[in-house]
């Protein structure tokens, strides 16, 4: 069984610009969800897919958004980068079921700095 | 205001003693997580708790939920250097569709 997958593992992009990240949702699983993790600080939701329809959002701004693919893979893009944008991004998938949380498993995280 | 409060911050303490790290809030949980968080990679799920009271118990690591649940406490017994990490409790949302995560407690053992 492959575990989440998320690339790039490192980014350097500069204010202003866009990014994308990607992940691999575990095999079988359905449901993704983005964190945000600042240094010092614990994970903070920004939104969760499931079947490629968001299924809910924390309080990041519209600049940051998702797709899910059929596949259930899926990409977090940020627009228009602050420095505070600065963190590790993680990915989690969730076991089939109806978008609710079972358990969640968490990639390794990307880690984007803006300079 | 943080939902979930954790302490301490951080503990830097040597192989085989003991420890205690806590989690508070003023709310009431229906279930409650706690993960461990290694540099350079995601969360890891320790153990969920869901009944007021409970104690589970992982190896050196014996966690309990509060009578009330509106906290929970993680002890380690004789800790090791491969108990370093971040340990972060979790809490699902009301919606069911997230984790909202404390600050965590950055844990050190050196040998």
């Known amino acids: 069984e492959t575990g989440v997958t998320q690339s790039p593992t490192h980014l350097i992009k500069t204010r202003g610009q866009q990014v994308t990240l990607r992940c691999s949702s575990q095999s079988g699983h359905n449901t993704v969800s983005w964190y945000q993790q600042a240094l010092g600080q614990g994970p903070q939701f920004i939104f969760q897919?499931?079947?490629?329809?968001?299924?809910g959002r924390g309080n990041f701004p519209p600049r940051f958004s998702g797709l899910q693919f059929p596949n259930y893979s899926s990409e977090l893009n940020v627009n228009a980068l602050e420095l505070d944008d600065s963190a590790l991004y993680l990915c989690?998938?969730?076991?089939?079921?109806?978008?609710?949380?079972?358990?969640?498993?968490f990639g390794p995280g990307t880690r984007l700095t803006v300079l | 205001t943080q939902l979930l409060e954790q302490s301490p911050q951080f503990l830097s303490i040597q192989e085989g003693e003991n420890l205690t790290v806590y989690c508070n809030s003023s709310s009431v949980f229906s279930s409650l997580q706690w993960y461990r968080q290694e540099p350079g990679e995601g969360p890891v799920l320790l153990v969920t708790?869901?009944?007021?009271?409970e104690v589970k118990k992982l190896k050196r690591l014996t966690f309990q939920f509060g009578d009330a649940r509106k906290d929970s406490s993680l002890h380690i017994t004789a800790a090791q250097p491969g108990d370093t990490g971040l340990y972060l409790c979790a809490v699902i949302n009301q919606a069911g569709t997230a984790l909202i995560f404390g600050k965590g407690t950055t844990l050190s053992v050196s040998s």
């Open positions: 897919y499931y079947r490629e329809e968001e299924n």
């Open positions: 989690a998938s969730s076991s089939p079921g109806t978008g609710l949380i079972n358990e969640q498993f």
């Open positions: 708790v869901v009944t007021g009271g």
